[in-house]
């Protein structure tokens, strides 16, 4: 058994896990997260996705154990007090889900990436090819591409004004 | 939100919870001391069952039974069924074998469950289940449903010689024979259908909770239509009497169809709920998925169309091989019959069809219905006929199509259907205008200059929809009616709750629902909220597919509203002391006309609940409940236009554009509406250049996950999906609504696929078009060009 101690969404939690256990299981099943979805079994749909210690992750290939003494941030974590994250209201905004299915972890590496470019960097090209990882059986990414390069060129316009 | 009507595009009220992580999915589901379930699947295609040694398992920890398909049949477990009842042209009924929901004599495909496991975890459970010891006698496997049918192929039940399920005939075989002897040309070609995976990103999952003081089970199901579900457990599975079995359907992250039927799994965790006398949980994993949901399509077909000299099709010939797998799912039987040939008319005054269809059975999963059922793989073959007629008889193919295109309605084909409304010219001229259809001879000089070769594809689709007039299908053999119901309770506050048969795993019900009613009564959409997806709260149903929850479900609360509009009209009347017919409804408001004598709805609902004043004999409280049995079914049907760049040193395929024309009728939220098209088109093309289910010689699926099964992602697709549509009402239903959920998946495999044949030269292309199909044939066709 593993004892797993890490702050998750901003809340110091433990819990002790079997060895074998993924970090996946630990968020949906020990700490009641169900936020965070699991839709294959080789790692590939990325409806898992999630940040830890700021890096975006599919939690199904890492362990609990692994993730000790880390920060760890789902979807649920995303919203600050009420506020949608902008990518969350972009989603919203440009129908970037239907049933929802794989919507955390198109989030979660939404904003991940937008991170990783710079917010109003990202073009649409550049989206879909970083897309890789992240299958969806409902959309055509049409609308999930448009949210997120929405949401990357309001947070570029959010961070000009703050500056 | 405010007050958003029919045509708005309303963003979606139920995005909230799914874009901060509170959706809540089967699998999301916990009960007090729940036990989970694993099941142990046949490895082999087809095999006996010698034995179940299960003692190891049982001693594992936290193992808390093993149970066996014995058992299960031995409890009177009822066999699973399929429930639409198709005769062979020579009137004998279809030969339906035994399916139980747990193998202890034969199995028949891989992925069979022979047994079960529940335990404390869901890891005990999956040890313990590797650690049951089945011996089984390999039998030999047969997976190819054409070989299937030859004499002495496996055999795999004995109700169906041959394994032929039905060899089934639609049209007038001698009037077809007479317009092929008058032909000036015959177009003949052999056409398959990929066999598909559905792939819902939510794998199916379970939670079974037997109450043992009530007798009374409860189900949480990954289901599209909960009563359904209900109804065939009870009444053919004698799971349970329908008033002890309450099925809910909570978010549903996607269906396709695949979460119709009711499966194996569902049924043995409300069995092993009640043996084992705690809550049973089961979630699929991928390659459960993969193995043992239902698949799609599966076709082999032969098609002949005669045309006269002035390139009039005269005439359509097709023999069909279907394949439906180890066993007959819920509605497979109807799928390559009535969804399917009934279609073969396309867009197309042909006034003489003939279809034989011939259902087999193989050693592979089942088949059934998934988005389209049966209308793309009619669209496919016809639309690749024409296509082919076309370069064949020296015609643009826009031409040949407009040439016969039907132009009077309404229409009866030769296939049972009468189209009642449409305008095919109409979309064919919007996506060759937004393509730019004319200028492709340019485009494709310029590739060519470039090394690449450039091809434009049409597909003019036509499919049935809103399914269906309960009284034809009956006659056409299902088992039950396909009608829908609505309840529509005003409370006292004025706040409305609208309950629905249909369920929304995706298609926005809780906003497209909310503003038929924000649009009738001037309320805030904030005001509605739409209840569905539970057998508890809602009396019946017949669920969402066959694109029928527009047309069908939201009939039905048109109709509840017309009653609940008219008792509200009449208890204002009688509170202002007007007459009824001066009553109009106008921005929440209930008004006499001419005058400035007004209430508000709030006002009017609670005047029906407090009951002090209401016109004599009226009883009181304002909740109107209605069924809708839809007359016809609608016909959705558009052009859709896709150009191609191929490099011929690779074979990889580039789309360049794709452009969709489509006549849904009246659009409730075209943003929904537009969603629904891209989903549907990138199936569509995931079928015709990345999908293919395989399995190998002896059964062993090939493709049981991501790693194989090649999912269109982000990049794989166009850059920008260019929709158009244009309405002509459906005369059937009250609002005009034809549907649009299917049309995606079904236009778009031939315009990919005749893009794709027209830039390479080479009509010999079968799906997936995959780089090395399309290399292989640019190695012929360059070889060719250079001799
Ligand atoms: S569940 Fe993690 S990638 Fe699919
Ligand atoms: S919204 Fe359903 S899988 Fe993406």
């Avoid at chain 2, 000036?184 to 379970?206: D, F």
């Avoid at chain 2, 509203?561 to 009449?570: C, P, Q, R």
Wanted: proline residues 4%; charged residues 20%; aromatic residues 6%.
């Amino acid at each position: 058994m593993a004892h797993v101690s890490m702050v998750l969404n901003g809340k110091r939690v433990s819990g002790t896990v079997e060895d074998r256990t993924l970090l996946v299981a630990f968020i949906r099943e020990n700490q009641g997260l169900t936020g965070t979805h699991v839709g294959c079994d080789t790692s590939q749909c990325g409806a898992c996705v999630i940040h830890v210690d700021g890096k975006a992750v599919k939690a199904c290939t890492m362990l609990a154990a692994q993730a000790d003494g880390t920060e760890v941030v789902t979807l649920e974590g995303l919203a600050k007090g009420g506020t949608l994250h902008p990518v969350q209201a972009a989603f919203r905004e440009h129908h970037g889900l239907q049933c929802g299915f794989c919507t955390p972890g198109m989030i979660m590496a939404a904003v991940d990436m937008i991170e990783r470019h710079g917010a109003g960097n990202l073009d649409e090209a550049t989206i879909r090819h970083e897309l890789e990882g992240n299958i969806c059986r409902c959309t055509g990414y049409q609308n999930i591409v448009k949210a997120i390069k929405a949401a990357s060129d309001e947070m570029a316009g959010l961070q000009q004004a703050a500056e | 939100m405010g007050v958003d009507g029919i045509g708005a595009r309303a963003v979606r009220k139920e995005d909230k919870r799914f874009i901060t992580g509170k959706g809540r999915y089967t699998d999301d589901m916990t009960a007090q001391g729940m036990g989970y379930a694993a099941f142990v699947r046949s490895p082999h295609a087809h095999a006996k069952v010698v034995s179940i040694d299960s003692s190891a398992a049982e001693d594992m920890p936290g193992v808390d039974a093993v149970l066996t398909g014995e058992q299960l049949v031995g409890d009177g477990i009822g066999n699973l069924i399929c429930g639409w009842m198709i005769h062979s042209k020579d009137g004998s009924p279809m030969n339906m074998g035994a399916w139980r929901a747990m193998e202890p004599e034969i199995v028949r495909f891989v992925g069979q469950a022979v047994a079960v496991v529940i335990a404390d975890t869901a890891a005990q459970a999956r040890d313990a289940a590797d650690a049951v010891v089945v011996e089984y006698e390999e039998l030999d496997a047969i997976v190819d449903a054409v070989a299937a049918m030859e004499d002495g192929a496996p055999q795999l039940h004995p109700e169906a010689p041959n394994n032929l399920i039905y060899d089934w005939e639609i049209g007038d075989e001698a009037a077809v024979n007479a317009a092929f002897e008058g032909a000036a040309h015959v177009t003949k070609m052999e056409i398959t259908n990929n066999r598909l995976a559905p792939n819902p990103m939510e794998p199916r999952a379970a939670l079974a909770i037997y109450d043992t003081a009530e007798e009374h089970f409860t189900l949480y199901t990954t289901s599209q239509n909960p009563h359904v579900a209900r109804l065939v457990l009870s009444a053919f599975y004698a799971v349970a009497p329908e008033h002890k079995l309450r099925v809910i359907a909570p978010d549903v992250g996607g269906g396709f169809g695949s979460k119709i039927y009711i499966y194996p799994e569902e049924m043995v965790c409300l069995w092993a709920s009640k043996r084992t006398e705690r809550p049973v949980k089961w979630v699929s994993d991928r390659t459960e998925a993969f193995l043992t949901d239902a698949h799609g399509r599966d076709h082999n077909s032969v098609a002949e169309m005669a045309l006269d000299a002035d390139n009039k099709i005269t005439g359509l010939r097709v023999k069909t091989v279907a394949n439906l797998g180890a066993y007959m799912s819920l509605f497979s039987s109807s799928v390559p019959t009535y969804l399917y040939a009934t279609l073969l008319s396309g867009q197309y005054n042909i006034p003489a069809i003939h279809a034989n269809v011939k259902a087999v059975y193989t050693n592979t999963v089942p088949v059934d219905a998934y988005r389209g059922a049966g209308r793309p793989e009619a669209t496919y073959l016809l639309e690749r006929m024409m296509e082919t007629a076309a370069r064949e008889v020296g015609l643009s193919p826009a031409e040949l199509r407009r040439k016969n295109f039907i132009t009077e309605f309404p229409h009866q084909t030769p296939v049972i259907m009468c189209y009642d409304a449409g305008d095919y010219s109409a979309t064919l001229d919007a996506a060759m205008a937004a393509i730019d259809y004319d200028g492709f001879a340019a485009r494709k000089a310029e590739a060519a200059s470039r090394g690449k070769l450039r091809g434009i594809g049409l597909s003019c689709y036509i499919e049935a929809c809103g399914i269906a007039p309960s009284a034809a299908v009956g006659s056409l053999g299902a088992g039950v009616g396909l009608w829908e119901s609505a309840e529509v309770r005003v409370n006292p506050v004025g706040t409305i709750e609208v309950l629905t048969g249909s369920h929304s795993h995706g298609q926005g019900h809780e906003t497209t629902f909310a503003q038929l009613i924000s649009e009738r009564f001037g309320l805030d959409t904030d005001a509605v909220s739409i209840v569905h997806g539970d057998t508890d709260k809602v009396q019946f149903g017949m669920g969402t597919y066959g694109s029928r929850s527009g047309a069908v479900g939201m009939s039905a609360i048109v109709k509840a509203l017309d009653k609940v509009e008219a008792k509200a009209k009449k208890i204002a009347a009688h509170l202002m002391e007007a007459a009824e017919g001066d009553i109009t409804i106008e921005g929440g408001e209930l008004k006499v006309a001419g005058t400035d004598k007004k209430l508000t709805f709030t006002e009017v609902a609670l005047a029906a609940y407090t009951a002090h004043n209401l016109p004599d004999g009226m009883e009181p409280g304002l909740k109107e409940g209605a069924f809708y049995d839809p007359t016809n079914f609608t016909f959705p049907a558009g052009t859709y236009i896709c150009e191609v760049e191929v490099d011929p040193e690779t074979g990889t395929t580039d789309i360049i554009s794709f452009v969709a024309s489509d006549d849904f009728g009246k659009i409730i939220n075209p943003m929904i509406v537009e969603g629904q098209v891209h989903g549907g088109l990138t199936q569509g093309i995931g079928q015709a250049m990345l999908e293919n289910a395989a399995y190998d010689d002896t059964g062993q699926l090939l493709t049981a996950s991501y790693m194989d099964y090649c999912m269109p992602r982000a990049d794989d697709l166009p850059a920008e999906y260019r929709l158009s549509t244009h309405e002509t009402l459906c005369p059937g239903n009250p609002l005009g609504m034809k549907g649009c959920g299917e049309a995606g998946a079904i236009g778009s495999p031939p315009a990919v696929i005749n893009a794709i044949t027209d830039a390479i030269g080479s009509n010999d292309l079968s799906m997936p078009a995959t780089p090395e199909k399309v290399w292989q044939l640019c190695q012929t066709t360059t070889k060719a060009a250079a001799e």
